[in-house]
């Protein structure tokens, strides 16, 4: 849900540093990688370099080019800590400890974990919920987009590169355009099948616009700041709006109220922008940890809401 466009809004800010911070801009930092290049990444120092590097390593991509910022990201650490000024961040990013070939490690266990959850959550679904039930087919697809978004996080987390941004960017709009088309679905489409058809052709060609637009004309991050925030907001509202209007009719929505007013309470963690803590646990990572349960409860809504439409729809059907 909206949870997803608070990501979105970190991972913009941190773009948009990429080109250029404050400790990839000292001269320390860029002699010591243009002197660790020189001597480790080309003719007999290469081979050398592949020969020893682990499988997994070099399976996630991670090049000689990359050894040397790293380790010179970490020469420059220990300089600025030795002079007691503060710790800098490079490439638009606190200095992490990689673990094995995982650049952040934390908020990529923190991602496979929401995504497993998910997945726990996805598998109790269809099974407590017959197929019959007017909004399974709706729930279930939302489940997979959301699982695709997570596999795509832990992806960009373990390994940072052009690619992996770009899906985990547009995975994560993705998210929250079928997050809207899920509440229109259920406010409006069970009753105007023909509205929730329209809206999600919509829906489609706008993702498709965006994708397209950030793939081949220009990646803007300013622009797809403000697109997934002004669809993540009005996703949030109608969310609210309706579970407000029902609460007293469907008392199973006040799960959905905890899970929109959670994710909006917590959003306030991706404030806090402090170097990771033991060079593993930024604000990012907590934040993506603390997601989970909250697609736990927002599942849990889903099942009780199908369940209940399964009984009406059975209920109407008798008196036909």
Not at 40 to 53: D, I
Not at 211 to 229: K, T
Not at 233 to 240: E, H, M, Q, T, Y
Not at 281 to 297: E, N, Q
């Amino acid at each position: 849900m909206a949870g997803r466009t608070v990501r979105l809004v970190l991972l913009v800010g941190a773009a948009a540093l990429a080109s250029g911070s404050q400790g990839d801009r000292e001269p320390v930092y860029r002699d010591c990688v243009l002197r660790c290049e020189e001597r480790n990444c080309s003719g007999v120092a290469l081979k050398h370099f592949r020969s020893r590097q682990p499988i997994y390593m070099s399976l996630a991509g991670w090049t000689c080019q990359d050894d040397c910022k790293y380790e010179c990201m970490w020469v420059t650490v220990g300089l600025y800590l030795q002079e007691g000024h503060k710790v800098p961040q490079f490439h638009g990013k606190w200095p992490f400890f990689r673990f094995l070939c995982f650049q952040e490690p934390a908020s990529a266990v923190a991602s496979f974990l929401n995504g497993l959850a998910s997945l726990v959550m996805l598998c109790r679904y269809r099974t407590s919920v017959p197929a019959s039930s007017p909004m399974y087919p709706t729930c279930v697809a939302f489940a997979w987009v959301s699982l695709n978004a997570w596999f795509w996080s832990t992806v960009f987390h373990t390994r940072d590169t052009d690619v992996t941004e770009k899906m985990d960017y547009f995975c994560a709009s993705t998210v929250i355009l079928h997050s809207v088309y899920l509440c229109c679905v259920r406010t409006v489409g069970l009753q105007r099948p023909a509205v929730a058809s329209a809206f999600r052709a919509l829906l489609l060609l706008m993702l498709t616009a965006h994708v397209s637009y950030l793939s081949f004309v220009r990646f803007d991050y300013g622009y797809n700041l403000a697109a997934n925030v002004a669809i993540g907001l009005v996703n949030a509202a109608w969310w609210l709006t309706w579970c407000l209007r029902n609460r007293q009719r469907l008392p199973h929505v006040h799960k959905c109220i905890v899970v929109v007013l959670l994710l909006q309470g917590l959003s306030l963690l991706e404030l806090l922008d402090f170097p990771p803590l033991f060079w593993v646990l930024d604000a990012h990572a907590i934040w993506h940890v603390s997601t989970i349960p909250v697609h736990v409860l927002f599942f849990s809504f889903l099942e009780d809401d199908s369940l209940y439409l399964l009984k009406e729809s059975e209920a109407k059907f008798k008196l036909d």
